[in-house]
């Protein structure tokens, strides 16, 4: 157990769908990242939130779109997507402060598929 | 872009020593490195993070060298559960002063018994 819990952990929907991905940290971080691994691909880094703004959006479609309305809280609300978009999707968060030793903390993952 | 690179793959015999290298020749004076692992099926776990010095903790050995432009991972004695997907990032201030971690391929260790 990590401290970031995201949830569901498994996710069907079709291409018209629309749905949501939740992540949820109480580790007092200040910082949250979403990243999604395709099945044999590296970790590819979404979106980073740094005190509730965006500070990177990784050329990411427009059809996945994040939302942190709190420190505590990160979501990624997703519609139309693609069969391609079918991967695991992590949830991280870390302490952005002076320290640049704060290590990344992640969730358990939701595997979405895309039908 | 990924700004360390490391082996596709690794293999070794289970109880030996591990030694897992990276480059990161663009690394700046105030970088950190930091390694994590991926298990099979598993999220993405801390191992270890160093700045100059080597370190040690309970779960691996950071060798660092002098010049800061590589580094390497020691698991002193394998066992079958360090068969993963090995990653080593910088962690560093981005422009804006935000940390930006990015993951590169990784070295996935396999562990022969």
Same mark, same amino acid.
């Given at each position: 157990?990590? #401290?970031?819990?995201?949830? *569901?952990?498994?996710? &069907?929907?079709?291409?018209?769908? =629309? =749905?949501?991905?939740?992540?949820?940290?109480?580790?007092?971080?200040?910082?949250?990242? %979403?990243?999604?691994?395709?099945? =044999?691909?590296?970790?590819?880094?979404?979106?980073?939130?740094?005190?509730?703004?965006? &500070?990177?959006?990784?050329?990411?479609?427009?059809?996945?779109?994040?939302?942190?309305?709190?420190?505590?809280? @990160?979501?990624?609300?997703?519609?139309?997507?693609?069969?391609?978009?079918?991967?695991?999707?992590?949830? /991280?968060?870390?302490?952005?402060?002076?320290?640049?030793?704060?290590?990344?903390?992640? #969730?358990?993952?939701?595997? @979405?598929?895309?039908? | 872009?990924? =700004?360390?690179?490391?082996?596709?793959?690794?293999?070794?015999?289970?109880?030996?020593?591990?030694?897992?290298?990276?480059?990161?020749?663009? $690394?700046?004076?105030?970088?950190? $490195?930091? %390694?994590?692992?991926?298990? *099979?099926?598993?999220?993405?776990?801390? &191992?270890?993070?160093?700045?100059?010095?080597? &370190?040690?903790?309970?779960? /691996?050995?950071?060798?660092?060298?002098?010049?800061?432009?590589?580094?390497?991972?020691?698991?002193?004695?394998?066992?079958?559960?360090?068969?993963?997907?090995?990653?080593?990032?910088?962690?560093?201030?981005?422009?804006? #002063?935000?940390?930006?971690?990015?993951?590169?391929?990784?070295?996935?260790?396999?562990?022969?018994?």
């Amino acid at each position: 157990e990590t #401290g970031v819990t995201q949830t *569901p952990r498994h996710l &069907v929907m079709g291409m018209t769908n =629309k =749905k949501s991905l939740k992540c949820e940290q109480h580790l007092g971080h200040n910082a949250m990242y %979403w990243y999604k691994q395709s099945a =044999k691909k590296p970790l590819e880094l979404m979106f980073v939130y740094s005190l509730e703004e965006r &500070v990177e959006n990784n050329s990411v479609p427009s059809r996945f779109s994040p939302e942190c309305p709190n420190s505590s809280h @990160l979501f990624l609300h997703l519609h139309t997507l693609q069969p391609e978009d079918s991967a695991l999707y992590l949830c /991280a968060s870390s302490s952005q402060s002076t320290g640049l030793n704060e290590k990344l903390f992640f #969730g358990s993952g939701t595997q @979405l598929s895309v039908l | 872009d990924a =700004k360390t690179t490391q082996p596709n793959s690794m293999e070794s015999n289970e109880e030996e020593p591990v030694h897992l290298p990276c480059n990161h020749s663009t $690394i700046s004076g105030t970088d950190y $490195i930091h %390694w994590y692992r991926q298990l *099979p099926s598993q999220d993405p776990e801390y &191992v270890i993070h160093g700045l100059t010095s080597n &370190v040690n903790n309970r779960m /691996a050995s950071l060798a660092i060298a002098e010049d800061r432009k590589s580094s390497t991972l020691i698991l002193h004695r394998a066992t079958l559960r360090d068969a993963a997907v090995y990653y080593c990032i910088l962690r560093g201030k981005e422009s804006g #002063g935000s940390y930006i971690p990015t993951f590169g391929r990784g070295t996935s260790l396999i562990v022969h018994p």
